[in-house]
């Protein structure tokens, strides 16, 4: 499917919740795809992409910022403390804070640096024991926890289960980011994106839509 297919169903679906024109950012996640095809999204226009790990991001992304102005890079994967600063330097929002020790971790370096990316709490509201994400009855206290050290919180993220209905998920989301204040909400994939832009999303996350299957 095309950038711009995948654009007009975003408008459509925007118009069907009633949510404003553009009220929903679309993150192209060009994770494990080769470089050729993401500098032909590129150069149809899109500027926000997704990767999901620090070290394929900072081999990339550089050269393409170089060459394309304004790219703005979500790190959408489980980020380890230890590369916490690499992901900072790199990427304009990271959206899989889920843990106290990363939390710390991110408030000591934006200090250092002067500045933070936007960042989302992912939330495992599947309560999948190998998924990240702090779980649902947690999320309040986590939510606090980074405000009270300074983090910019701007929303919420999910990946609901492979197997169950995504909007059960999305509406919990939802409902966790309406009673702490939060607006943002990083939820809808591919298979999905419409029921979560029908559920509120503020951003989808859609890589194989657009890029194809990855090898
Ligand atoms: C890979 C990935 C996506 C995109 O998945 P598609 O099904 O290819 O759209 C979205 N979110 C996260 C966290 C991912 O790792």
Known sequence: MSLEEIKTRIAKAEIAAGREPGAVTLIAVSKVQPNERVAVVLEQGQRCFGENRVQEASGKWPDFMQQYDGVDLHLIGPLQTNKARQAMELCHAIHSVDRPKLAKTLARLAQELGQCPDLFIQVNTGEEEQKAGVM???????????????????????????EEEPSLHFALLAKIAARNGLKGLSMGMSSDFETAIAQGATHVRVGSAIFGTRG
């Open 136 to 162: 649902p009855g947690q999320a309040d206290d986590f939510i606090a926890e980074c405000r009270a050290l300074d983090l910019p919180v701007k929303g919420l993220m999910c990946i609901p289960p492979a």
